[in-house]
């Protein structure tokens, strides 16, 4: 009867961790063949880290459609131009406070939104009447009181200006779907990558599996 001698082996039910595995099999040495049980966990662990990548792309492209809806919801606003002036501006407001501090994004938005309610100017207090000054009496009255002064936001919105915005806003949705198309063409890859991970390793398990038949024929 032959006998078939290993030495430095894994055993072959391996109950390790997945970890102990795949740093047995990246270190030569430990080991003196590749065994299905270790194959196995190191494929386990490759796929995960797969798996982990295209789920965040996958939320990066959750991300990108909020995004768009959100730019699709002020495009809409400013087609009716300055006649939409609160609609646009409330748009405008629901997308900064719907955006994380810091985002690019939110900046963007917030820049052009202050651009066009150009921020506190004094301006006459319209609220108060000019007192005193009757149908038949002089303009400037000894008894007429002046309106005062208050700080007001300018409304710097024409539909000029409404049309500069849209174009703003069209091109940041050009921007979102170009890293749209990008992110999905590696989602592609990396499921490409799984499959043929899952193809080789199929492949090989066969091709063990017949060795140790063709060895037990042999004993």
């Known amino acids: 009867m032959n006998t078939i001698e290993t030495t430095n082996t894994l055993p072959l039910q391996y109950t390790g ?25 190191y494929v386990e662990k490759e796929l995960r880290s797969l798996d982990g990548d295209i789920r965040r792309l996958l939320d990066g492209q959750r991300d990108t459609i909020a995004r768009k809806k959100l730019l699709g919801d002020i495009e809409t606003a400013l087609s009716k131009g300055e006649a939409g002036r609160d609609q646009i501006r409330a748009a405008y407001q629901e997308a900064i ?8 994004l ?35 009255s000894t008894n007429m009181t002046m309106p005062e002064l208050k700080n007001e936001i300018v409304d710097l919105l024409s539909n000029d200006k409404a049309q500069q915005m849209t174009t703003c806003i069209k091109n940041l949705q050009s921007d979102l779907n170009q ?17 043929s991970a899952l193809q080789i390793t199929t492949g090989i398990m066969s091709k063990i599996d017949q060795g140790n ?6 004993i």
């Open 17 to 41: 961790s997945i970890d102990g595995a795949v740093s047995a099999l990246t270190q030569p040495g430990e080991f003196t063949y590749l065994t299905p049980e270790t194959l196995l966990a």
């Open 97 to 104: 406070d719907s955006l994380p501090e810091g985002d690019a």
């Open 179 to 195: 890293a749209s198309e990008i992110r999905m063409i590696e989602v592609q890859s990396l499921m490409s990558q799984r499959a």
């Open 106 to 140: 939110r900046e963007t938005l917030q820049a052009e939104l202050d651009g066009t309610w150009g921020g506190l100017c004094p301006v006459w207090d319209r609220s108060k009447q000019i007192e005193g000054l009757g149908a038949n009496q002089q303009f400037f």
């Open 213 to 218: 038949m063709s060895i037990v024929k042999n």
